[in-house]
């Protein structure tokens, strides 16, 4: 089994160090979804939601994200962001949300596309609780990573 790369050798939380990796060019896509109920969805295809344009404040919301996570998730190291594209697709029980994120540095960039996926789902819940308080995010999760030492991975 291989080693936890965030936790020394008592145990104790570490950034790690990248200053020996070389840079090379990294992706990643996350993706999310959104539930929520019919009458959403219909506002969504149809003349919105009260608030607004749903879907432009999460596909910018989850652009500022990805730029932020270093700020949110601790260990996470400051890299470079070259490209953030935020798609995001109706569909009859919600909205599907992909993220990718590109870079050319020293480490991988997996936690910005789900700090990206999972905030524009944050924003959509935020713009459709009028009408559907109960809405939910699930299935945050990388799905495809490109570059780096490991290169290629997909999900099965």
């Known amino acids: 089994m291989s080693e936890l790369t965030h936790v020394d050798s008592s145990g104790q939380a570490r950034m790690v160090d990248v200053s ?3 840079v090379t060019a990294r ?3 996350a993706t999310a979804r959104l539930l929520t109920t019919p009458d959403v ?3 969504l295809r149809g003349e919105g939601v009260p608030k607004g344009d749903a879907l432009a404040v999460a596909r910018v919301a989850g652009i500022a994200a990805a730029k932020r996570t270093p700020g949110l998730i601790p260990l996470c190291h400051p890299i470079a962001i070259h490209s953030v594209k935020v ?3 109706v569909v009859d029980d919600g909205v599907l949300i992909s993220a990718t994120v ?3 540095d020293r480490t ?3 936690m910005e596309a789900l700090t990206s996926a999972a905030v ?3 924003n959509l819940i935020d713009m459709v609780k009028a009408v559907d308080p109960a809405a939910s995010i699930t299935d945050v999760r990388v799905e495809q990573k490109l570059g780096g030492k490991t290169g290629q991975w997909n999900r099965a």
């Open 20 to 22: 020996g990796k070389e």
């Open 27 to 29: 992706q990643a896509t």
């Open 41 to 43: 969805v219909a506002l």
């Open 87 to 89: 798609e995001l697709e």
């Open 102 to 104: 590109r870079t050319a």
């Open 108 to 110: 991988g960039i997996e």
């Open 120 to 122: 524009a789902g944050l």
